[in-house]
């Protein structure tokens, strides 16, 4: 990632700022992958970054430049990661910095595993309107293959098993263990971080309904408030998973 270099294109064209608002809107999908991906043994993804709005004012103008973090990291409201991309005109980021930014400046996100590729709607735009040859060329310049830029997925087998846009099959697959975690473990379900956080806000904010069905069987409290006082039903509303504000 460090040396993938930035295609740019133009913010204003409609189908970038088309890119940016579904890249918004299907940010949660990134999380949960990558909430999980934390937990593996065996890492399953290649790539993992996601794409930031950066702005500073220069001369009385608004200068705005979108670049990749990674090392991603996601509170339900803030995203932290660390900054892969040399800015072009800005000056008050650098590559290698640490990154705090508001959920609402994401412009794209992006994930990868076997050879396949998540996300990266702002890549598709602009590999629509490249010819076959330059397609090939920025798939080089990535290492991936992007396939078909009319046909872009959110979660693995999305076609084959659309139950996977609901719940993760790492949630449902780890019921047992985490049965047992909570059983042996039964402080971490009330224990917070420093911010407030419990369990039960992770796994709100990572949309996963069994995990928030097992903690709830075993005791959680869904009133609970983080130090800026947001419960689990709050930050699922925020993120819209649906599936979860029954349960909370």
Same mark, same amino acid.
């Given at each position: 990632?460090?040396?993938?270099?930035?295609?740019? %294109?133009?913010?204003?064209?409609?189908?970038?700022?088309?890119?940016?608002?579904?890249?918004?809107?299907?940010?949660?999908?990134?999380?949960?992958?990558?909430?999980?991906?934390?937990?593996?043994?065996?890492?399953?993804?290649?790539? %993992?970054?996601?794409?930031?709005?950066?702005?500073?004012?220069? =001369?009385?103008?608004?200068?705005? $430049?979108?670049?990749?973090?990674?090392?991603?990291?996601? #509170?339900? $409201?803030?995203?932290?990661?660390?900054?892969?991309?040399?800015?072009?005109?800005?000056?008050?980021?650098?590559?290698?910095?640490?990154?705090?930014?508001?959920?609402?400046?994401?412009?794209?996100?992006?994930?990868?595993?076997?050879?396949?590729?998540?996300?990266?709607?702002?890549?598709?735009?602009?590999?629509?309107?490249?010819?076959?040859?330059?397609?090939?060329?920025?798939?080089? %310049?990535?290492?991936?293959?992007?396939? #078909?830029?009319?046909?872009?997925?959110?979660?693995?087998?999305?076609?084959?098993?659309? $139950?996977?846009?609901?719940?993760?099959?790492?949630?449902?697959?780890?019921?047992?263990?985490?049965?047992?975690?909570?059983? =042996? =473990?039964?402080?971490?379900?009330? %224990?917070?971080?420093?911010?407030?956080?419990?369990?039960?806000?992770?796994?709100?904010?990572?949309?996963?309904?069994?995990?928030?069905?097992?903690?709830?069987?075993?005791?959680? #409290?869904?009133? $609970?408030?983080?130090?800026?006082?947001?419960?689990?039903? #709050?930050?699922?509303?925020?993120?819209?998973?649906?599936?979860?504000?029954?349960?909370?």
């Amino acid at each position: 990632m460090e040396n993938t270099p930035i295609f740019f %294109a133009d913010g204003e064209n409609p189908k970038m700022i088309e890119a940016f608002k579904k890249a918004q809107a299907t940010f949660k999908y990134f999380w949960r992958e990558l909430s999980w991906e934390y937990r593996r043994i065996i890492p399953g993804l290649d790539v %993992a970054c996601v794409k930031l709005a950066f702005t500073q004012e220069i =001369n009385g103008e608004t200068l705005v $430049e979108h670049m990749w973090i990674n090392d991603v990291n996601f #509170d339900g $409201e803030t995203i932290y990661g660390v900054l892969v991309n040399q800015p072009n005109e800005l000056t008050n980021v650098n590559n290698g910095d640490e990154i705090q930014i508001p959920i609402n400046q994401i412009s794209d996100w992006l994930f990868a595993a076997g050879g396949k590729t998540y996300g990266g709607y702002t890549i598709h735009a602009m590999r629509s309107e490249m010819s076959d040859n330059e397609r090939e060329d920025h798939d080089e %310049a990535w290492g991936l293959d992007f396939g #078909d830029f009319n046909d872009i997925f959110v979660v693995s087998d999305q076609k084959e098993k659309p $139950e996977n846009l609901i719940e993760h099959p790492m949630s449902k697959n780890m019921k047992d263990s985490l049965i047992d975690f909570v059983k =042996n =473990n039964p402080e971490e379900i009330t %224990a917070k971080d420093e911010l407030g956080y419990t369990f039960l806000h992770r796994e709100a904010i990572a949309g996963n309904l069994t995990s928030i069905q097992v903690l709830l069987e075993s005791g959680a #409290d869904k009133n $609970e408030k983080t130090a800026s006082g947001k419960t689990a039903l #709050d930050f699922a509303k925020q993120l819209n998973w649906e599936h979860l504000i029954p349960l909370l």
